[in-house]
């Protein structure tokens, strides 16, 4: 027996404003059945698990001990300045000059995610 991995539970003060934020990240739509205003909001990922937004009284004080790690489809500095001007925020530069590393970015509630290189900019650094 094993356990399936059913979605990722995001804790916010605003699920529909922060799902709205991943759905644009993720080009995955919002849950057709979530409004403005819901305590629980989703958006499906395409051959992933769910990203789940709820509602919690408390907010976000300190390093999330889990993240995201995003690697784009297409190159990852163009992807990073896409994702600041969705409302990102730069956390840590980690890339380096070589073209490896990643940056961490914090969405706009303040959780952590990375951006790794995409597949194209790990194959140019190899040939």
Known sequence: MVSVVQN???DCADAYELARFWSEVTGCPVDPDCRPGDHETQVVLAGGPVLYFNVVPEPKTVKNRFHLCLRPTD???PEVE???ALGATMAADRRNPDGSGWAVLHDP????FCVLRS???R???HS
């Open 119 to 121: 597949e194209s900019d």
């Open 8 to 10: 990722v539970a995001i």
């Open 82 to 84: 896409r994702l600041l």
């Open 123 to 125: 194959a140019a650094a």
């Open 109 to 112: 509630e303040g959780n952590e």
């Open 75 to 77: 190159s990852r500095d």
